[in-house]
């Protein structure tokens, strides 16, 4: 069935250095994509979302890019903070116009080392 | 202002009891969701509701569980005969018109079904 994945289940990173966090989506008419993330014990925090009439969008330290050729979201994190640790999970609109369920991927978790 | 909140925060139940968990959706938003975690997993979709449209069920493991939203705010989900493969946190959130604009998640109701 459809589904969102994520390429990389874990990723470690210096602290100061830039993070890239992949996603694959299935959905090719998945118009709305979503950044979450959720810190052990919390629910899931909103970082950022991107329509499918863009390709980049940026906020503070963090921007998403997506390519829909390839059906391929990232999201990167500038000068990585220990603060940035946590899981990541990447979600789309599965029923664009339609249905508004987010189906969200199994996670990358992010950890920040000094 | 006040996020959505979730309670209780933490609920033990004996396999075969009946459960509920409550939302209290951010004020103004239209759209509630209901989405099951287990541990180190993604989120799993539940039940959506918005405004007084028919609620989006697809997401329901089977007919023991069931959602309620009354008034248009406050939901509760019933976990009936609850089984040990119950346990995970249950998360709620809510948005102010659905897809298109960010979904605002509570703490969640961690579940632990004895």
């Known amino acids: 069935g459809e589904s969102v994945g994520l390429h990389l289940p874990t990723l470690s990173v210096q602290e100061g250095d830039n993070s890239i966090i992949n996603c694959a989506y299935s959905?090719?008419?998945?118009?709305?994509f979503i950044w979450y993330k959720q810190e052990s014990g919390k629910g899931p925090q909103f970082i950022i979302d991107i329509r499918s009439n863009m390709d980049k969008r940026q906020g503070q330290r963090v921007t998403v890019l997506l390519n829909k050729t390839v059906k391929h979201l990232s999201l990167q994190i500038a000068a990585t903070q220990p603060g940035d640790s946590a899981v990541y999970f990447c979600a789309e609109n599965l029923k664009p116009g339609n249905t508004d369920k987010l189906i969200f991927g199994t996670g990358t978790r992010l950890q920040v080392f000094p | 202002g006040a996020g959505v909140s979730q309670s209780p925060s933490n609920k033990v139940t004996e396999k075969g009891k009946d459960v509920e968990l409550r939302c209290d959706p951010i004020s103004g938003h239209t759209a509630l969701y209901w989405y099951r975690q287990s541990l180190g997993q993604g989120l799993e979709f539940l039940i959506y509701?918005?405004?007084?449209?028919?609620?989006?069920k697809s997401g329901l493991p089977s007919d023991r569980f069931s959602a309620e939203r009354t008034g248009g705010s406050v939901s509760t989900l019933t976990i009936q005969r609850t089984q040990q493969e119950d346990s995970a946190v249950y998360l709620c959130a809510s948005s102010s018109q659905g897809i298109g604009s960010p979904l605002h998640f509570g703490n969640g109701t961690r579940l632990t079904v004895t």
């Open positions: 509701f918005q405004g007084n449209s028919a609620p989006d």
């Open positions: 959905n090719s008419a998945s118009d709305y």
